[in-house]
């Protein structure tokens, strides 16, 4: 994955999948508040390229009792428990997050969670997506959030309701992808998300 720069999480029973299903959660960005040391000359620290996996451990940590609770964890909980209509405790979200795969799109960080990306950025980084997509094969790609959607700048196939498909993977076989309202937003709503995972799963 040459244009990568975030290395992708990528759960310890991912081959294993949920419910035997691939699934990658497709996030917009990570976010640096500061300037120059971090964002603005983010490659010449190479170990931010473990940024994602890094926060996915932290997380990880969290749940396991190491760290302490944090206001943006709450997010990854939210996103475990819609594939079990809120229902799921802790030791079952911990289980979840082995089994799935974890990207932010924009592969360059920005200086806070209400700058929205330029279109510029979308397009720049839609080959680090691709390359991201063949290498995982997901059978399902989950969107956070309908700013994220509506900024792909691929075509997608529509199949049914909001499920669309997109041809990815190295034997040319269509992948799954499924926008979600964001886990973070105040809208969000287990009920309406697990109706739509529970359909794109069946597919």
């Known amino acids: 994955m040459d244009n990568v720069f975030f290395t992708p999480y990528i759960g310890t029973n991912y081959s294993q999948g949920y419910n035997g299903k691939k699934i990658l959660a497709l996030g917009e960005s990570h976010y640096i508040n500061d300037d120059d040391e971090g964002r603005d000359h983010f490659r010449d620290y190479p170990q931010l390229k473990n940024f994602t996996n890094d926060i996915i451990r932290n997380y990880l940590d969290y749940l396991d009792g190491q760290l302490s609770h944090q206001g943006w964890m709450n997010t990854y909980t939210r996103f475990a428990r819609a594939f079990y209509n809120g229902d799921l405790p802790r030791t079952g979200v911990t289980d979840f997050w082995t089994r799935i795969a974890f990207y932010n799109y924009i592969q360059e960080p920005l200086a806070d969670t209400r700058m929205a990306p ?86």
């Open 118 to 203: 330029s279109s510029e950025l979308f397009a720049k980084y839609e080959a680090p997506f691709w390359e991201v997509v063949h290498d995982s094969q997901p059978d399902l790609i989950v969107v956070w959030g309908l700013r994220l959607w509506d900024s792909l700048p691929f075509p997608k196939t529509p199949l049914m309701g909001d499920l669309f498909q997109i041809h990815a993977t190295p034997d040319g076989q269509p992948t799954l992808i499924l926008p979600i309202t964001h886990p973070s937003a105040p809208s969000f709503s287990y009920q309406t998300t697990y109706n739509l995972l529970s359909a794109a799963l069946t597919k």
